[in-house]
């Protein structure tokens, strides 16, 4: 089992960075598929990226390809979302995910563990 806790969220501009970190305890986190996804007010919940155990592999939306970056420190039990050139339509909560499969990148039926969430805003 493990529990993940999101930060980092807050307000930027458009075109701004921001970076969000999930901390996740338990000696297992090497084992876990780590992924984010964003919820907005009034949507589904949205697939944002997710990258496997050693971090060789990522997979992101079409919708932030280019802009955003996944990574995570096994050493640590951290993975991070580096968001750049941010739109208002970023503007969600981010929830920080980790799943026992690979493969299932985008299907958040196939996440195990959910943080509670980080917001962020990004006005024009």
């Known amino acids: 089992q493990v529990q993940l806790v999101e930060s980092g969220g807050g307000l930027v501009q458009a075109g701004g960075s921001l970076r969000l970190s999930c901390a996740a305890s338990g000696r297992t986190f090497r084992t876990f598929v780590m992924g984010w996804f964003r919820q907005a007010p009034g949507k589904e919940r949205e697939f944002v990226a997710a990258i496997n155990y050693s971090g060789s592999n990522t997979y992101y939306a079409d919708s932030v390809k280019g802009r955003f970056t996944i990574s995570r420190d096994n050493t640590k039990n951290t993975v991070s979302l580096q968001m750049n050139s941010l739109k208002p339509e970023d503007t969600a909560v981010y929830y920080c995910?980790?799943?026992?499969?690979?493969?299932?990148?985008?299907?958040?039926?196939?996440?195990?563990?959910w943080g509670q969430g980080t917001q962020l805003t990004v006005s024009s």
């Open positions: 995910a980790a799943s026992y499969l690979l493969g299932y990148w985008s299907d958040y039926e196939k996440y195990d563990y």
